[in-house]
T-cell receptor
Framework: GAGVSQTPSNKVTEKGKYVELRCDPI?????LYWYRQSLGQGPEFLIY????????DSGLPNDRFFAVRPEGSVSTLKIQRTERGDSAVYLC?????????????FGPGTRLTVL | GENVEQHPSTLSVQEGDSAVIKCTYS??????FPWYKQELGKRPQLIID?????GEKKDQRIAVTLNKTAKHFSLHITETQPEDSAVYFC?????????????FGGGTRLMVKP
């Protein structure tokens, strides 16, 4: 079946602008994660959804970052007043239940560049 | 919170040789350790994982070992092939916690020379 998809694949914006990044998880997966991967580093956890609710948002760096998953499927990561330091690849992952050793399947990522 | 250190950051081997990547973790409560492979410009993909109730797991040419006492785990790739060239990430998590969020190491760029 189809894997995790993310749009856009690339996003270039100017400092101070607002951006939205979209994630389509694997159909039927209740758990959805956002990670951020800076150049040459491993992914860093941002937020975890179980169904429609944000079960853990402890990784969001500040209140400029927000994410939603209104119908328990597609999720949108929203970044306000973007800064150059927000430039990174934003990865989305989903897993079947979010419990135990469920494999997290990653999307291809959105490369965000803030000029 | 959990901290995962990964070494080396780059590793170059000759085709057919073995490659070993090592990771240490800080939180003794972590009990699940997956390894992901990320080819250039591609998404991370799970290649093998291990739970803390076992010391070793093998899958064809790859194996992972875990030392809970020392809080370190390693990835072993035997008979390396050019297609093994990629960045490898180790990760740690607590599967008893809801969500199983992963803490990743910094990655190892493996280059297999033909």
């Amino acid at each position: 079946g189809a894997g995790v998809s993310q749009t856009p694949s690339n996003k270039v914006t100017e400092k101070g602008k607002y951006v939205e990044l979209r994630c389509d998880p694997i159909s039927g997966h209740t758990a959805l994660y956002w990670y951020r991967q800076s150049l040459g580093q491993g992914p860093e956890f941002l937020i975890y959804f179980q169904g429609t609710g944000a079960a853990d948002d402890s990784g969001l760096p500040n209140d400029r970052f927000f994410a939603v998953r209104p119908e328990g499927s597609v999720s949108t990561l929203k970044i306000q007043r973007t800064e150059r330091g927000d430039s990174a690849v934003y990865l989305c992952a989903s897993s079947s239940t979010g419990h135990g050793t469920d494999t997290q399947y990653f999307g291809p990522g959105t490369r965000l560049t803030v000029l | 919170g959990e901290n995962v250190e990964q070494h080396p950051s780059t590793l170059s081997v000759q085709e057919g040789d073995s490659a070993v990547i090592k990771c240490t973790y800080s939180d003794s409560a972590s009990n699940y350790f997956p390894w992901y492979k990320q080819e250039l410009g591609k998404r991370p993909q799970l290649i093998i994982d291990i739970r803390s109730n076992v010391g070793e797991k093998k899958d064809q040419r790859i194996a992972v070992t875990l030392n809970k006492t020392a809080k370190h785990f390693s990835l072993h790739i035997t008979e390396t092939q050019p297609e093994d060239s990629a960045v490898y990430f180790c990760a740690a998590s607590m599967i008893d916690n809801a969500g199983n969020m992963l803490t990743f190491g910094g990655g190892t760029r493996l280059m297999v020379k033909p």
